[in-house]
Each structure stands twice: as C-alpha cells, then as structure tokens.
C-alpha cells in the first residue's frame, strides 16, 4: 500500500476512537471521516485491458469495516457501541446527501453521469457486509447488524433492486427472531422500509406487505416494547387504524398511553376517523383502569374541539342520538378545558332553534354543574320552568304531526330521521326538568299537566315513557299520589279500547280503586283474555296488545320508582289478575317477559308475592326441555334468574321459602343457579347466574363451600373463555370475596384441594385445548388465600394459619395412592408459595413434619425437583420453629398418646399397611437413604407389617440399628457420603451433630440433583 493511502486508512482509528465516548465530536469527525473517504476514493490503478483497480476504496473500506465489526459482540446496553452505531448513520447520511446533491447539479448541467458513485458502492458493500450476520448464531451479533441496518434505512437512499429484495427478505426472517431485542430493531427497520414503499406497487404479489407484517407484530407479539416499536412508527392509515385501535386494550399500559398521547394525537383531524372508532376512542380511553391512560384519553378528545368548530360540531362528530359515550365524552372535556365552560350560555335564540346536539349540550352542562356544585352557573343555565314546559309542548305537537302525516306501507329514511331527532330533544328535555327547582307554582302545574298527558298518550314513544315517569315522580308529593296518578292513566289508556263488550261489559276490574274504575274489559281469567283476543279482527287485537303493552310499561316503570311495600297501597290491587296471568300465558316472548318483569317487582315490595311466585321463577330458569330453544326463551331465563338473586337481596332465603322448611329457599336458589348452567350456548344466563351467585356469596347470603367450588371451576374451565363477562365478573370476585374476609378464605381453604384436583383431571382429559396449568392454577389459590392480603375486619379475628392449613391439605393428598409424579411435583411445588407465620399451633407443626417424615418412609417422592422442594420446605420449617421443635419434640411413641394427634396416626398407619405391598425392593436403597437424612430423635426402625407400635429398643434405650444397604452406583460414583449412623435418643450434643450432618447430606442432595437435571 503506498505510503499516502496508507496514511489516509491509519486516520479512520483515531475518529472512532473519539466518537465513542461522546456524540459532541460526532459532526466534525463524519466531516473528517467524508474527506478521507473522497481523498481514498481518488487513488486508483489501471488494469489493462480490464479497466481500472479501487485500491483506495477497497481500502478505505477494510479498515471502516473493521472498526464496524468491533462493535458486533458488544452486548446491548453498553454507551460506547451505540454511540459508534450513531456515528455510522450520520457519516452515511452525510455522505449520501452530499451524493444526491452532486448529481442533482449535474443534472441541472447537462451531465448525466453513471450512478455507480465511491458513495452508492461503500452503501452496498457496507450493506452486504451486514446482512452476512443476520444469520450469526449469537444473539449479540444478529441483534447489533440488525441495530446498525436500521440506523442506515433512511440514508440509503436509491440501491440495486437484487441488494434490496435481499435487505427485505433478511429484516423479514429477523423480525421472526426468538430474541426480543432483534425483532425490535428489525421492527424498527421495516417500519422505515415501509415509508419507503408506501404508494408504490414494486413489490411482488407474492411478497409479503410489509403493513400487514407490522399489524401482526403490533397485535400478537408477546413482548410490549416490540409492539410498542410497531405502533410509534406505524403509518396510521385506513388499513392499520383497526390494529391501532384494538391496542387500546393493550395488557400494558404504557401502550395503552402511546396509542392516544403519540399515534391517534398525530392525526390530522378526527373527522378522519369513522364514528365508531371515534366511540371506540372515548369508551376505552375514559374508561381505562389507569389514571394516566384516562388523562391522555381526555386530553386527545380535548382537542378535538377546537379541529371541529367548537362543542356542537364537537357533538355532531359523535352523532348523539345514538352514541353511548357522548356523555362521558362531553364530562371529560368539560374537565380537561374548564375555559369552555365560560362559553357556553343559553339565550333565547338558543332554545328556540332546539337541535339533538344543543339539548344534549344543555342538558349535560346542567348535570355537570349539579355534580361539581356550581350554583352559579346553574342558575344562568337552567331555564323557567313555565318556558320550559311550553318548549316541551311545541316539540311534541312536532312529533305529533310527523306521527299523524307517517304512512305505513312507504319508509321515508328522512322522514324516520326527523322523527328520530324530534324524540330525543324531547327526551333531553324531560331529563332537564327533573333538576328544575318547582317553587313556581304555575309552572309546576303546566309541567305537571303537560306530562301526564303525554304519558296518557296512545301514541307516545315508547322510549319517552319513562323519562315522563321521572318527571311526575319529582311532581309528585308522595309514592301514593305516583300510584294513583299511573292507576289513573292505565285506566285511560284501556278504556281506548274494548274487547268483547257484551261478553265483558259487566266486569269489574281489580286494578285500582273498585268503587271509581270500572274497566270492565276483559275476563278475570287469563286463558279467557286469550280466547278473547282471538275473536276479534286482526287491527283491534294488535291495538289492544299495543295498548296493553303500554300499561304493562307504565307498572313496570311505576314500581321501578317507588319504595314502598304492595300492602300499603291498595290502590295496586288486581295488578297480578289484570295484567301479570295474561302477560305470563301469552305466546309472545316480548308479553312473557314484561309479564316476568312485572311479577319480579311486585316481589321486590311483597315478601308474600315473593314465597308464592318462587316456584315460578325456579321454573323459568331451568333451561328448555324441548330440543329446540322456543322463540324467546333466553331473554325470559335470563329475566326469572335475575328476578331470584334480586329476592333474596332482598329478602335473604325467607322471600322463597313456603312449605318446604328453613332450608327451601337456599335449595331453590341452587337449583336455579345450577339449571341456568345446563345450557352451554346460553352465554348470557351463565354470566347473570355467576354474577348473582358472586353478589350472594358476597354479602354472606350464600355459605355453602360447593358453590365456592363451582365457580372457580367455571372461572378456570376453558369453556367459558369466550365468555367475557362471566370471567371479568368472577376475576373481580375472588379478590375481593378472599380478601374482604378471614372467614371467606378459611372456606377457599377447605376447597383448595378438591378444587386443584378436579382441574388437573379436566387439564389431563382436554390436553389439546387452551386451559391454566394445574400450576398456575395452584397459585391463584395459594394468592387468595394468603393471610397477609385479608383486609382486618371489626368483631373477626386474623386467621393467619389459613396456609398452614393449605400445606396439611398438601402433604396428605401426597399419601394418595397412584398419583403421577407431575401432580405430585406440582403440589410439592406449591409449599414454598405458602405463607407460614412465626407463631403456630404445636399440634400443627407437629402434624407438618410427622407427614414429611412419613411421606418419605411411605410414599417416596420420584421426581427430582419435588424432592428438593420438600426438603426445603422442610429445612425451612426447622430453622424457623428450631425453638418450638426442641422444645415439644416430635418423638412417634409420645405423640401417639396425645388424644388431638389420634386421626392423624389413625390416616398414618392405614398408609403404612397399604404401602408395604406396593414399595419394592429396588426402592429400599432409597427409602434407607431418606430416612437416615431425618430430623434426630425420630424412630427410623422399620415397623412389622400392620403393627401400629413403635420399633423396638435396646437396654441401653438407643434404638437397633438397621442394616445399611448397598447405595446405587450412580451414587457411588457422584462422591455422596452416607449418612451417619444414628445417634442415642436424648443427647442434644448428638442431636447437634446429627443435625450439622444431615444439612450438608441435603447440600449434596441438591447438588447431586442440579447434575442430574443436567444430564437428564
């Protein structure tokens, strides 16, 4: 090399040098770094024939590789490497700007010069030099090359179209990686790329989109911070905004934050989005669990305001009429931008020119004010009522005309618009004048008459009749007057039609009062109102059933406002004849479910109602008895089981029981409860049982243990995980059932074990669905009943023995006889999850180690880790209560005379004679080694077949010593050192020994066991 060249590539060394330890020299030195490049790039040889040899920038390009390569094993993290990466892209940027400048003036000149240029070669050598290590084994390498590929993207610039396609497939193959950080940076990379393609059609049809690419790693890559680099540099588009969306439900929440503080705050405007999605935004946004998600959620719709004209245009984007969040929408930007709150007022001109939006915006500003206590505001807000009353009254003689002037037989999609709109500034409006102050009279009785006679309307909405109950129950001076005025009205409403006058003109209707009503419409016996129905022409029986739906509505709304019991006011008498009978026996799903509805609510406010329609409801809970689901009948289940759990709310067990003694009503409410879950595809009635079984056992209404049991089946059963509610209801149940009690987690507690061993059978029938582990299964359990977590109740004492408890439970289902070492594993597993306090029963501790000992003389454990997990919990055991042990000792003779421990040597002894016949004799090395690791002063003597008495002594009070058998070769061979032989009971010197002995035994143990896991 000459010397000159040779001086030039010396230079390179020195500015990586300088580089790596700040980024202040980094634009000096890729000047520096351009110079040397172009001053390398000018030294050439002739080769003839063939042309000429870059012997500059071949090497010029050697030494800058090699100052590249020294960066490839440096692990993520470390400052130095990455500033060096840094440096890299500036030169080429630098270089490639510099570049593409030269050739735009010499095209300005005339010149067209080949585009091979010093700049695009060292870009394609550099290039091919990096993708060679995407294939690397290590980690360190891939993740770097990758790390520097995707510093370049966007100073690459125009490249050979067989370079590019081969950069593609490579970052393709790499975003694939089993390493997190790799895939982040060829996400990172391919998300440049994808800006590069976007709008063009060079890629293949048999390629893969790179959008599509990133919309799968944004939803399904199991690592947040690589979906957190595919959702920043995402282009959102029509095509990517339904995966951007869907992150609103990201399980992590600083992803959750980005989607509104960094993407969908980019947007242009929010007009760019659909309506849905913009409800989309405002319902997981404001109603995220994180407060900092929330508030980026808010400022977002914020901002919307101003980019639509202001807070009407605001409410147009989200379509009021029918938007669900509006509401929610409107409160939280009347909460991020309290300056819009001085802007708003309501002059006359304003409710003159009624539009949904500005009586949704009236009405909302009026709740808002009342929440946050604005008086002030409020005052100037709220108009008179008088004025108000005459407002209602024009937009309902408007609704009245559109009504009168609709046909039938034609749809007219405007006509059903303005209709639809007319109804709910109507509705807005009545929601206003309940937060009026009525001290006016006048006003008071122009409201109050406007109102009933809307509600005695034929022709009323269906959808303004409860906004006009809440109305007349604010006017109203009591519940009775409420009674007697919907009395009134019902009265009404049927005299409008008449069935069967000769046949029915003389009766007396129950409903009201007899002596002022006199119905006189229908026979007191349901199945005659059928029959009567079906004699009359078709238009006058659809008019009757119109009406009488209508006054089902009205009772149904009445009772839902009122508090008071069905006995004190007559008045209701005859509603069960008139109107619950016929509604239940009519064939239509929609009257049987009013019906129900209806019946449900007298219950509510009558306990006798309630004992004598128990049966009914029980009834209409249990799923079909036909093959085929009758029309409606879902809806009808779903109504009658929430009408049961609302009883005994209510009532407790006593709204259900009659005749059946003090335990019928819990036995009803069980039937109904397992019935509503007969039926699989009834989603909707499996997650109302499980709520109002949860709100039962929550409030200490329901006890019973096999209840508890069945709802953490339902809760882990794979089958129920396509039903969202029930699950999210019952994950907020266990928390917070387990922990509001010591009681509660005392009987999760006793189910603890029946449940783990019903779902690991379910886990090893359904091996090829999607279901918890029986180890994860475990811990959930062992969480919820963890005594530290219990919250202090007044009047109840701390239990914090409830893992003791747990780790008894455990160690006696280890005795069960053909259990498969991976249940065994993972119940021994679970010992070390347990919270044991520093303070236990002696009887307790007593009974923990007589069942480890016993365990490993009677049923020894197989698995390696298990092993080790026992004999750490009881090591654990030892150092904690070494006191207590000492002290109460655990001698086998002497504690079989305590009358406390009899069951426990009772289950003992049962297992010893049932497992002689199934230990072999290849296991008694083992046992033999077991048994000499144990705690001092245990009795190891084997016993005689079915004798319960301890093993014999010699004169001198130490117990014979059994034969020591031959230890396996393995054993030999890993250097373990037999255990001692066993000292005289009493010595504590030799107890001490013994005990220093067999810690180092177990030391070996474990590293025996670590080198076999090894090999295995």
């Given at each position: 090399?000459?010397?000159r060249?040779?001086?030039?590539?010396?230079?390179?060394?020195?500015i990586?040098?300088?580089?790596?330890h700040?980024l202040?020299?980094?634009?000096?030195?890729?000047?520096?770094?351009?110079?040397?490049?172009?001053?390398?790039?000018?030294?050439?040889?002739?080769?003839?024939p063939?042309?000429?040899?870059l012997?500059?920038?071949k090497?010029?390009?050697?030494?800058?590789?090699d100052?590249?390569?020294r960066?490839f094993?440096?692990?993520?993290?470390?400052?130095?490497?990455?500033?060096?990466?840094?440096?890299v892209?500036?030169?080429?940027m630098?270089?490639?700007?510099?570049?593409?400048?030269?050739?735009?003036?010499?095209?300005?000149d005339?010149?067209?010069?080949?585009?091979?240029?010093p700049?695009?070669?060292?870009?394609?050598?550099?290039?091919?030099?990096?993708?060679?290590?995407f294939?690397?084994?290590?980690?360190?390498?891939?993740?770097?090359?990758?790390?520097?590929?995707?510093?370049?993207?966007f100073?690459?610039?125009?490249?050979d179209?067989?370079?590019?396609?081969?950069?593609?497939?490579?970052?393709?193959?790499?975003?694939?990686?089993?390493?997190?950080?790799?895939r982040l940076?060829?996400?990172?990379?391919?998300a440049?790329?994808?800006?590069?393609?976007?709008?063009?059609?060079?890629?293949?049809?048999?390629?893969?989109?790179?959008?599509?690419?990133l919309?799968?790693?944004?939803?399904y890559?199991p690592?947040a911070?690589?979906?957190?680099?595919?959702l920043?540099?995402?282009?959102?588009?029509?095509?990517?905004?339904l995966?951007?969306?869907s992150?609103?439900r990201?399980?992590?929440?600083?992803?959750?934050?980005?989607?509104?503080?960094?993407?969908?705050?980019s947007?242009?405007?929010?007009?760019?989005l659909?309506?849905?999605?913009?409800?989309?935004?405002?319902?997981?946004?404001?109603?995220?669990?994180?407060p900092?998600?929330?508030?980026?959620?808010?400022?977002?719709?914020?901002g919307?305001?101003?980019?639509?004209?202001g807070?009407?245009?605001?409410?147009?984007m989200?379509?009021?009429t029918?938007?669900?969040?509006?509401?929610?929408?409107?409160?939280?930007?009347?909460?991020?931008?309290?300056?819009?709150l001085d802007i708003?007022?309501?002059?006359?001109?304003?409710?003159?020119?009624?539009?949904?939006?500005?009586a949704?915006l009236?009405?909302?500003f009026?709740d808002?004010?009342?929440?946050?206590?604005?008086e002030?505001?409020?005052?100037?807000a709220?108009?008179?009522?008088?004025?108000?009353a005459?407002?209602?009254q024009?937009?309902?003689?408007?609704?009245?005309?559109l009504?009168?002037v609709?046909?039938?037989?034609?749809?007219?999609?405007?006509?059903?618009?303005?209709?639809?709109?007319?109804?709910?500034?109507i509705?807005?409006?009545?929601?206003?004048?309940?937060?009026l102050?009525y001290?006016?009279?006048?006003g008071?009785?122009?409201?109050?008459?406007?109102?009933?006679?809307?509600?005695?309307?034929e022709?009323?909405?269906?959808?303004?009749?409860?906004?006009?109950?809440?109305?007349?129950?604010?006017?109203?001076?009591s519940?009775r007057e409420?009674?007697?005025?919907?009395v009134?009205?019902?009265?009404?409403?049927?005299?409008?039609?008449?069935?069967?006058?000769?046949?029915?003109?003389?009766?007396?209707?129950?409903?009201?009062?007899?002596?002022?009503?006199?119905?006189?419409?229908?026979?007191?016996?349901?199945?005659?109102?059928?029959?009567?129905?079906?004699?009359?022409?078709?238009?006058?029986?659809?008019?009757?059933?119109?009406?009488?739906l209508?006054?089902?509505?009205?009772?149904?709304g009445?009772?839902?406002?009122?508090?008071?019991t069905?006995?004190d006011?007559s008045?209701?008498?005859?509603?069960l004849?008139?109107?619950?009978?016929?509604a239940?026996?009519?064939?239509e799903?929609?009257?049987r479910?009013?019906?129900?509805?209806?019946?449900g609510l007298?219950?509510?406010?009558?306990?006798n109602?309630a004992?004598?329609?128990?049966?009914l409801?029980?009834?209409?809970?249990?799923?079909?008895?036909?093959?085929?689901?009758?029309?409606?009948?879902?809806?009808?289940?779903?109504?009658?089981?929430?009408m049961l759990?609302?009883?005994?709310?209510?009532f407790?067990?006593?709204?259900?029981e009659?005749?059946?003694?003090?335990?019928d009503?819990?036995?009803?409410?069980?039937?109904?409860?397992?019935?509503?879950?007969?039926?699989?595809s009834?989603?909707?009635v499996?997650?109302?049982a499980?709520?109002?079984?949860?709100?039962?056992?929550?409030?200490g209404?329901?006890?019973?243990?096999?209840?508890?049991?069945?709802l953490?089946g339902?809760?882990?059963?794979?089958?129920?995980?396509?039903?969202?509610?029930?699950?999210q209801?019952?994950?907020?149940?266990?928390p917070?059932y387990?922990y509001?009690?010591?009681?509660?987690?005392?009987?999760?507690?006793?189910?603890?074990?029946?449940?783990m061993?019903?779902?690991a059978?379910l886990?090893?029938e359904?091996d090829?669905e999607?279901?918890?582990?029986?180890?994860?299964?475990?811990i959930?359990?062992?969480?919820?009943?963890?005594?530290?977590?219990?919250v202090?109740?007044?009047?109840?004492?701390?239990d914090?023995e409830?893992?003791?408890?747990?780790?008894i439970?455990?160690?006696?289902?280890?005795?069960e006889k053909?259990?498969?070492?991976e249940?065994?594993?993972?119940?021994?597993?679970?010992?070390?999850?347990?919270?044991?306090?520093?303070h236990?029963?002696?009887?307790?501790l007593r009974t923990?180690?007589?069942?480890?000992?016993?365990?490993r003389?009677?049923?020894?454990?197989?698995?390696?880790?298990?092993?080790n997990?026992?004999?750490?919990?009881?090591?654990s055991?030892?150092?904690?209560f070494?006191?207590?042990?000492?002290?109460?000792?655990?001698?086998?003779?002497?504690l079989r005379k305590?009358?406390?421990?009899?069951?426990?040597?009772d289950?003992?002894?049962?297992?010893?004679?049932?497992?002689?016949?199934?230990?072999?004799?290849d296991n008694?090395?083992?046992?033999?080694k077991?048994e000499?690791?144990?705690?001092?002063?245990?009795k190891?003597?084997?016993?005689?077949?079915?004798?319960?008495?301890p093993?014999e002594?010699s004169?001198?009070?130490?117990?014979?010593k059994?034969?020591?058998?031959?230890?396996?070769a393995?054993?030999?061979?890993?250097?373990?050192?037999?255990?001692?032989?066993?000292?005289?009971?009493?010595?504590?010197?030799?107890?001490e020994?013994?005990?220093?002995?067999?810690?180092?035994?177990?030391?070996?143990?474990?590293l025996?066991?670590?080198?076999e896991?090894?090999?295995d």
């Amino acid at each position: 090399m000459e010397p000159r060249l040779e001086a030039l590539t010396e230079a390179i060394a020195p500015i990586f040098m300088q580089c790596q330890h700040s980024l202040a020299p980094h634009k000096k030195n890729v000047i520096q770094l351009a110079k040397i490049h172009m001053s390398c790039a000018d030294v050439w040889e002739e080769v003839p024939p063939r042309g000429i040899r870059l012997t500059g920038e071949k090497a010029f390009n050697d030494r800058f590789f090699d100052m590249v390569n020294r960066v490839f094993p440096i692990k993520k993290g470390v400052s130095n490497a990455d500033r060096i990466i840094k440096f890299v892209g500036a030169f080429i940027m630098h270089i490639a700007q510099k570049a593409t400048k030269e050739k735009e003036q010499q095209k300005q000149d005339g010149n067209e010069d080949d585009e091979d240029t010093p700049t695009s070669r060292l870009v394609a050598a550099l290039l091919k030099h990096l993708i060679k290590g995407f294939q690397a084994k290590d980690k360190i390498v891939r993740f770097r090359v990758v790390q520097i590929v995707a510093e370049l993207i966007f100073s690459l610039g125009e490249m050979d179209e067989d370079l590019y396609m081969t950069l593609r497939a490579s970052l393709l193959e790499r975003v694939r990686d089993k390493e997190t950080p790799v895939r982040l940076q060829a996400v990172i990379a391919l998300a440049r790329l994808q800006r590069g393609e976007e709008g063009s059609d060079d890629s293949g049809e048999d390629q893969e989109n790179l959008t599509d690419v990133l919309i799968d790693v944004l939803q399904y890559d199991p690592v947040a911070e690589v979906r957190r680099a595919a959702l920043i540099n995402i282009i959102p588009s029509p095509p990517t905004m339904l995966a951007i969306l869907s992150r609103t439900r990201d399980e992590d929440n600083t992803m959750r934050k980005i989607v509104y503080h960094h993407v969908l705050a980019s947007l242009p405007s929010p007009l760019v989005l659909t309506i849905a999605q913009r409800e989309e935004i405002c319902q997981n946004g404001l109603g995220d669990r994180e407060p900092s998600v929330r508030s980026a959620a808010g400022n977002l719709i914020g901002g919307w305001v101003e980019s639509v004209g202001g807070l009407e245009g605001f409410l147009r984007m989200l379509d009021v009429t029918t938007s669900k969040v509006a509401e929610d929408a409107l409160f939280s930007v009347f909460v991020t931008r309290p300056d819009l709150l001085d802007i708003v007022v309501f002059p006359e001109t304003y409710w003159s020119e009624l539009t949904p939006e500005r009586a949704f915006l009236a009405r909302v500003f009026v709740d808002y004010c009342i929440s946050v206590k604005e008086e002030s505001r409020l005052e100037t807000a709220l108009p008179v009522v008088t004025a108000l009353a005459f407002r209602i009254q024009h937009e309902y003689n408007a609704l009245l005309a559109l009504i009168e002037v609709e046909d039938p037989d034609e749809v007219d999609e405007d006509a059903e618009m303005e209709k639809g709109d007319k109804e709910f500034i109507i509705a807005e409006l009545l929601k206003l004048a309940v937060n009026l102050d009525y001290a006016d009279e006048t006003g008071r009785r122009k409201m109050f008459a406007l109102v009933r006679d809307m509600a005695s309307a034929e022709s009323l909405p269906e959808i303004l009749v409860t906004r006009c109950l809440d109305v007349l129950r604010i006017l109203s001076s009591s519940e009775r007057e409420l009674f007697m005025l919907i009395v009134e009205i019902v009265h009404e409403l049927r005299d409008m039609v008449r069935l069967g006058d000769e046949a029915a003109g003389d009766e007396d209707s129950q409903f009201g009062d007899g002596d002022t009503s006199r119905i006189g419409r229908l026979p007191m016996d349901p199945r005659g109102t059928i029959k009567l129905m079906e004699s009359v022409d078709p238009e006058t029986r659809a008019r009757w059933e119109d009406v009488n739906l209508r006054c089902l509505m009205l009772c149904i709304g009445m009772l839902e406002r009122v508090n008071g019991t069905l006995e004190d006011n007559s008045v209701l008498d005859g509603l069960l004849s008139d109107f619950v009978l016929p509604a239940i026996h009519q064939k239509e799903p929609v009257w049987r479910e009013r019906g129900m509805t209806l019946l449900g609510l007298m219950c509510l406010i009558s306990k006798n109602m309630a004992k004598k329609s128990a049966q009914l409801f029980v009834g209409q809970a249990q799923p079909p008895t036909t093959k085929h689901m009758p029309r409606g009948y879902a809806e009808i289940q779903l109504r009658a089981l929430q009408m049961l759990f609302d009883i005994v709310m209510v009532f407790h067990f006593d709204g259900l029981e009659r005749d059946g003694g003090p335990r019928d009503g819990e036995a009803k409410i069980l039937a109904a409860f397992e019935g509503a879950l007969q039926d699989e595809s009834a989603l909707q009635v499996h997650a109302a049982a499980c709520e109002g079984m949860a709100k039962l056992m929550l409030s200490g209404i329901v006890t019973d243990e096999r209840v508890l049991a069945r709802l953490v089946g339902l809760f882990i059963d794979p089958g129920t995980a396509a039903n969202q509610p029930l699950r999210q209801c019952l994950s907020y149940f266990f928390p917070v059932y387990c922990y509001s009690s010591p009681l509660n987690q005392r009987r999760m507690q006793r189910i603890f074990i029946k449940s783990m061993q019903t779902l690991a059978d379910l886990y090893t029938e359904l091996d090829d669905e999607e279901m918890v582990t029986p180890a994860q299964v475990g811990i959930m359990l062992v969480d919820w009943t963890d005594p530290t977590k219990a919250v202090k109740v007044e009047g109840q004492r701390p239990d914090q023995e409830v893992h003791v408890d747990v780790a008894i439970e455990i160690l006696r289902i280890l005795f069960e006889k053909g259990m498969d070492k991976e249940r065994k594993k993972t119940y021994v597993q679970l010992l070390a999850k347990l919270h044991i306090p520093e303070h236990i029963d002696n009887d307790k501790l007593r009974t923990l180690m007589l069942f480890i000992k016993n365990l490993r003389r009677r049923r020894p454990l197989q698995d390696t880790a298990a092993r080790n997990a026992l004999t750490r919990f009881e090591a654990s055991l030892g150092k904690k209560f070494a006191t207590q042990l000492e002290n109460s000792g655990i001698d086998e003779s002497e504690l079989r005379k305590l009358e406390q421990l009899k069951d426990l040597f009772d289950f003992l002894d049962e297992i010893t004679s049932a497992s002689e016949e199934e230990i072999d004799v290849d296991n008694t090395a083992t046992i033999f080694k077991m048994e000499t690791r144990e705690a001092p002063g245990h009795k190891r003597g084997a016993r005689a077949k079915g004798s319960s008495k301890p093993p014999e002594q010699s004169e001198d009070g130490k117990h014979e010593k059994s034969n020591e058998e031959e230890e396996p070769a393995h054993r030999k061979r890993s250097g373990r050192r037999k255990a001692p032989p066993k000292a005289a009971q009493g010595s504590d010197d030799d107890d001490e020994t013994t005990n220093k002995v067999e810690e180092k035994a177990v030391e070996g143990d474990l590293l025996e066991d670590e080198v076999e896991d090894e090999n295995d």
